[in-house]
């Protein structure tokens, strides 16, 4: 069962899994998609994850005032897990865009987070990964949503025949599915947040057991900018899969967040 919901502080969630731990993930972005119950029930995804854990899938809350910093956005979760789950401390899962987030919630708020996963995402995106996002950004908070997907064809990956299928799928099927953004202004902060981000800084205030993974071939974290972000917080370990990109999710994702998560 898949249930969505909205936290008291205005952040939406969906929730599904039976296991008996929880597994807080921060979603991607910018814009404040969260997994639809199709997609995780036809597609699977997190159905490993799902086996051990109930996982909460959050996004960021509506209406977000000009200048919201990832900071910021840092402390909106810090106040989930404070008033939601009873201070935790909780196993925290950053993917892509909430990566960036969870880096400071973690260095921030280590009483709040048991075990930590970076995954696809490091200290600070690639100039050209927070100019594809920017454009994203700004051609949804338009309405234009062919547009705006068919700005993330960079990022596709496999070979001729699967890329040329996702991008017309991506180009003419998405958009029929694709929803319009309740608050458009929303997808422009988020862009401008991410795009002023750099938490290399503070990587060293990071306590939590910290697993970053990501691809070697990453349109958004260079493999260097990885090796650092892993290298910059103590302990912490590093999985790199060989000429994966940015999208890295599956059984082997998976079962290697399980392993970590159960060390």
């Known amino acids: 069962m898949v ?7 205005g952040i939406p969630y969906v ?5 008996d731990g929880i597994l807080i993930v921060f979603s991607g972005g910018p814009g404040n998609t969260l997994p639809s119950g199709f997609m995780i029930r036809v597609f699977g995804q997190f159905k490993h994850l799902a086996k051990s854990y109930v996982v909460y899938v959050l996004g960021r809350k509506s209406e977000l005032p000009e200048g919201y910093a990832t900071r910021d956005m840092a402390e909106d979760y810090a106040a989930v897990i404070r008033d939601e789950f009873d201070g935790g401390p909780l196993d925290v899962m950053g993917m892509s ?11 921030d708020h280590p009483e709040l987070v048991r075990r930590l996963v970076i995954a696809m995402s ?4 690639s100039e050209e990964g927070n ?7 700004e051609l949804l908070s338009e309405g234009k949503k062919r547009g705006a997907l068919k700005s ?4 596709i990956e496999g070979g001729r025949i699967q890329k040329a299928f996702l991008k017309f799928f991506m180009g003419y099927i998405g958009p029929l599915f694709w929803s319009n953004p309740d608050k458009p202004s929303d997808l422009l902060v988020e862009g401008k947040a ?12 990071i306590n939590a057991p910290t697993l970053v993974i990501g691809g070697d071939k990453d349109y958004f974290c260079p493999v260097e900018r990885l090796r650092e972000t892993a290298a910059g917080i103590p302990d912490a370990k590093l999985a790199l899969y060989e000429g994966k990109g940015h999208m890295i999710t599956g059984k082997r994702f998976e079962e290697d967040v399980l392993a970590f998560l159960n060390e």
């Open 3 to 9: 249930e969505k919901g909205l936290f008291d502080n």
């Open 15 to 19: 929730r599904f899994g039976k296991g």
């Open 131 to 137: 100019e594809l996002d920017m454009r994203y950004a």
């Open 194 to 205: 991410e795009m002023a981000h750099n938490s290399q800084s503070r990587l060293s205030e």
């Open 97 to 107: 865009y909430g990566g960036l987030i969870a880096q400071h919630l973690a260095a």
């Open 152 to 155: 993330l064809y960079p990022i």
């Open 122 to 125: 490091c200290y600070r995106f």
